[in-house]
């Protein structure tokens, strides 16, 4: 794969990169994707139709089974090679930033070390009523499990369509998008906001932006490098040619 000696240089001189990731980087752990269809039992319900407050008011029991299904799903889920190389990154340049609307934890598990969980994290828990987070192997009957301090139900701690992002992610996001010295753009369809105005943010203040998924996407024209490939292809790849005397 031929990359562009102006991105090696990017790569070669950055002092801060910014990695803004979506469902499509643990896409090659296994874990299908917001637009990939929805498989078997749910292959009746919108991802967008479950995510939702409403939803779970409407039927509890349904939502967290949903999302009990996606945990069986992701538990087995292993970081791939777009994780790892993401995560070796912050040894080659001096501060490496993940921003991830993913909720299944895999950035922190690969060993990156500054993640900024737009979207939350699929395996905390906290009650729909108090807020009180709960442990995160609840074993109880009762479905929704209930919260031991309310009896209120518990729910994911994951951020639903129609709620706000967690209180200052956002904007911590926004201002790296903005100052980092490249902002890569991987495996993500840039079609859920606010999250998805984050790389014209970095466009927007003169910052070099890479675009790496098999798909065109929305933010093609954004980018001033566009990587047509599988994350956990190209990004081996890519350090390789950056970095090709790398232990
Ligand atoms: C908010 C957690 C306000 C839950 C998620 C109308 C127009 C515009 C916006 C809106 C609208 N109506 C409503 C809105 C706002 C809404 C929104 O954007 N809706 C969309 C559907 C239009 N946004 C919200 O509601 C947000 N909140 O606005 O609040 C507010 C403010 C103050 C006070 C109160 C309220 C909240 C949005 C967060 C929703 N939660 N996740 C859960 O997981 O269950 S979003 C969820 O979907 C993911 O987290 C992710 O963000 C998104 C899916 O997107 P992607 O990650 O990009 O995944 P996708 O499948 O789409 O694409 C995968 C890509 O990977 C593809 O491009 C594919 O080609 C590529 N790929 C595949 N394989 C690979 C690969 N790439 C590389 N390598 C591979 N191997
Ligand atoms: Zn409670």
């Known amino acids: 794969m031929h990359f562009d000696p102006g991105l090696l240089d990017t790569l070669h001189n950055a002092r801060h990169i910014a990695v803004f990731t979506g469902a499509g980087v643990s896409a090659e752990s296994g874990i299908p994707t917001f637009r990939d269809a929805q498989t078997g039992l ?17 039927d509890p029991a349904t939502v967290w089974n949903w999302y009990q299904w996606r945990r069986d799903l992701m538990h087995a889920a292993l970081p791939n090679p ?15 930033t993940v921003i991830t609307q993913n909720v299944d934890g895999l950035h922190n598990s690969a060993g990156s070390t500054e993640v900024i969980e737009l979207h939350g994290n699929i395996w905390n ?31 994911p701690g994951v951020v639903w369509f129609g709620e706000a992002l967690p209180a200052g992610a956002l904007e911590q ?24 105005s984050l790389p014209r943010y970095a466009r927007a203040s003169g ?25 956990g292809e190209v990004l081996p790849k890519l350090l390789q040619a950056a970095w090709p005397g790398r232990s």
Not at 82 to 96: D, F, P, W
Not at 174 to 195: K, M, N, Q, R, Y
Not at 207 to 231: F, M, S
């Open 42 to 58: 749910w292959a009746k319900y919108r991802a967008e139709d479950l995510a939702t407050p409403q939803a779970f008011m409407r």
């Open 125 to 155: 828990n906290l009650c729909f009523s108090c807020k009180h987070p709960a442990a995160q192997a609840v074993d109880s009957s009762a479905v929704p499990p209930r919260c031991a301090y309310c009896n209120g139900m518990l729910r």
């Open 82 to 96: 777009a994780h790892r190389a993401i995560a070796e990154l912050e040894h080659l340049v001096g501060r490496v």
């Open 173 to 196: 996001a926004a201002e790296i998008s903005e100052s980092a010295d490249a902002f890569f753009c991987i495996g993500t369809s840039s079609l859920v906001e606010p999250a998805a």
């Open 207 to 231: 910052r070099t932006v890479v675009q790496i998924n098999p798909q065109a996407t929305a933010h093609d024209d954004i980018a001033q490098h566009v990587l047509r490939g599988k994350a």
